[in-house]
Each structure stands twice: as structure tokens, then as C-alpha cells.
């Protein structure tokens, strides 16, 4: 059980939107910047987006971040076949003292 | 160009012991947090242990508490990672990540490396 919450899949056609949503708590997203990796099939994690919305170099405008209170999501606008990955939020909790992750979410394109 | 090398990984009996390490390159090693992240075969990312730039904090997840020990050599540019009283669980691939913090925008991991896998 991740102490971030995220759906487990999401999916969409080509040019679709996804978003994916994160839910945390006070200690964590509520207090904390979130962060956001992706992680293509067979490779390693990759930092997508953080301190809630801000791209890292060369990481297309498609994908955006928000948070609101306590929970946070990213949206992957006009989805790509390049966009089929995991992604992950992550968070520092400050009542465990530790980097919080959520479960992942599977992004499909149809 | 920033470069993160793990190695170490092997296969060990339960109770047994592993030595981790990561070289860095291509940034100033001794200028930031490093991170030991690991995924279980098939399953999600999972936080293990940070240590600040000149290893006088350092954080464990619950899990690996009393167990596992992060440490640094910031003359050799090296992480480590001490594992000992290893468990099935532990069976993962272990990542080494940089981790850049400000004030204003908080940490995040911006590099990572291809990781390590320890099989238990």
C-alpha cells in the first residue's frame, strides 16, 4: 500500500488527453513539492516533472502538472505511442521522514 | 554529461551481504543529495535511503532501517550502499539518483542510473 495513491492504468487513443491523478496528505503533497518520473519499458526512471509543474529540459509540452491541496495530477495532451510508460509521483513526507512514492500508473495508447 | 554507474548487484543467500556502489561523473559529486531507489521484479519504485552532500544526514525507509547503510566518498566520487541481513524482499534492481534541492522548489531526482540487480 503506497502512502501516494495513483490509479494503476489509464489509457487513450492518439491525441487524446490523460491525466493522472495523485493523492497524498498533509505531511506529504499537502506541505511538500511533487514530482513526477516516467519510466519506459525496460529502462530507468526519468524525472518528467517537478516542484508540481515545471518541465525539466526537453520534455515536451505536452505533459503538464497541477496540485490542489493534498493531491496533484499530470496530463499528457495529445497523446503519443512514445508516451506508453510508467509514471510515478513522489513526494517527501515529513511525518516519516522519507521520499513517499505512488504505486505507478501504466499509461496505455490505444 | 552527467553519468550515474552502478554496480555491486549479485546474487546473495538470505542473511547475506551486498556492497552497492555508484560512480558519478560529469557533475560536482560533493555538491549534492545522492538517493538509493529500487524496484522489486515487476512492481513499483520504492524510496531506500539519501544522504546529504557531505554524509552527515541520512534517511532510511522503515524497511531497511538498522539493516542497510548509505554512504559516500566524495574524493572518489562514489556512493554506496551497505546491505547486510538481506531478505527475499530485497530481491530488486537498485538505482543511484542525483538529487538536486533549492529552498524554493524543494528536491527531486534529475538523474539516474541504469541500475543494479541484487537477487536474494
Known amino acids: 500500500q503506497s502512502v501516494l495513491t495513483q490509479p494503476p492504468s489509464a489509457s487513450g487513443t492518439p491525441g487524446q488527453r490523460v491525466t493522472i491523478s495523485c493523492s497524498g496528505s498533509?505531511?506529504?503533497?499537502?506541505?511538500?513539492?511533487l514530482n513526477w518520473y516516467q519510466q519506459l519499458p525496460g529502462t530507468a526512471p526519468k524525472l518528467l516533472m517537478y516542484?508540481?509543474?515545471q518541465r525539466p529540459s526537453g520534455v515536451p509540452d505536452r505533459f503538464s502538472g497541477s496540485k490542489s491541496g493534498t493531491s496533484a495530477s499530470l496530463a499528457i495532451s495529445g497523446l503519443q505511442s512514445e508516451d506508453e510508460a510508467d509514471y510515478y509521483c513522489?513526494?517527501?513526507?515529513?511525518?516519516?521522514?522519507?521520499?513517499?512514492f505512488g504505486g505507478g500508473t501504466k499509461v496505455t495508447v490505444l | 554529461e552527467v553519468q550515474l554507474v552502478e554496480s555491486g548487484g549479485n546474487l546473495v543467500q538470505p542473511g547475506g551481504s551486498l556492497r552497492l556502489s555508484c560512480a558519478a561523473s560529469?557533475?560536482?559529486?560533493?555538491?549534492?543529495?545522492m538517493s538509493w531507489v529500487r524496484q522489486a521484479p515487476g512492481k513499483g519504485l520504492e524510496w531506500v535511503a539519501n544522504?546529504?552532500?557531505?554524509?552527515?544526514?541520512?534517511y532510511y525507509v522503515d524497511s531497511v532501517k538498522g539493516r542497510f547503510t548509505i554512504s559516500r566518498d566524495n574524493a572518489k566520487n562514489s556512493l554506496y550502499l551497505q546491505m547486510n541481513s538481506l531478505r527475499a524482499e530485497d530481491t530488486a534492481v537498485y538505482y543511484c539518483?542525483?538529487?538536486?534541492?533549492?529552498?524554493?522548489?524543494?528536491?527531486?531526482?534529475?538523474?539516474w542510473g541504469q541500475g543494479t540487480l541484487v537477487t536474494v
Open positions: 513522489a513526494a517527501w513526507d515529513a511525518s516519516l521522514n522519507a521520499v513517499v
Open positions: 560529469g557533475f560536482t559529486f560533493s555538491n549534492f543529495w
Open positions: 544522504i546529504k552532500q557531505d554524509g552527515s544526514e541520512k
Open positions: 516542484s508540481h509543474n
Open positions: 539518483a542525483r538529487v538536486a534541492c533549492s529552498s524554493s522548489i524543494g528536491c527531486y531526482s534529475d538523474y
Open positions: 498533509s505531511s506529504n503533497i499537502g506541505s511538500n513539492t
